[in-house]
């Protein structure tokens, strides 16, 4: 079993930069894939990136490829997410998941637990 806590998220503006956390609780987390997600009022989910267990891999979606950059602490038991020029379609909940797949999962439905989210808004 794995918990997933996201934090860091907030008000930021146009062109700023944040970065959200996601701490995880229980010993197998390290081996897992862990990938952001997020979802904006009426829109469906949207993968945003996602890590290998041994941060060889990372891959990201095309609307933020470029800008948002992916990392894993395993001895901290954290992942986090730097986004920079940031843009106000990037204002959504942002999702922390894990996922015991093989592959480049980018599927929600691939990931098997779940952060409660947290909110990120950019203003024009």
């Known amino acids: 079993q794995v918990q997933l806590v996201e934090s860091g998220g907030g008000l930021v503006q146009a062109g700023g930069s944040l970065r959200i956390s996601c701490a995880a609780s229980?010993?197998?987390?390290?081996?897992?894939?862990a990938g952001w997600f997020r979802q904006a009022p009426g829109k469906a989910r949207e993968f945003v990136a996602a890590?290998?267990?041994?941060?060889?891999?990372?891959y990201y979606g095309d609307s933020v490829k470029g800008r948002f950059t992916i990392s894993r602490d395993n001895a901290k038991n954290t992942v986090y997410l730097q986004m920079n020029s940031l843009k106000p379609e990037d204002t959504a909940v942002y999702y922390c998941?894990?996922?015991?797949?093989?592959?480049?999962?980018?599927?929600?439905?691939?990931?098997?637990?779940w952060g409660q989210g947290t909110q990120v808004t950019v203003s024009s």
């Open positions: 998941a894990t996922t015991r797949g093989l592959g480049q999962p980018r599927q929600s439905y691939e990931y098997d637990y």
């Open positions: 229980g010993r197998t987390f390290s081996r897992y894939t």
């Open positions: 890590i290998s267990w041994n941060t060889a891999v990372t």
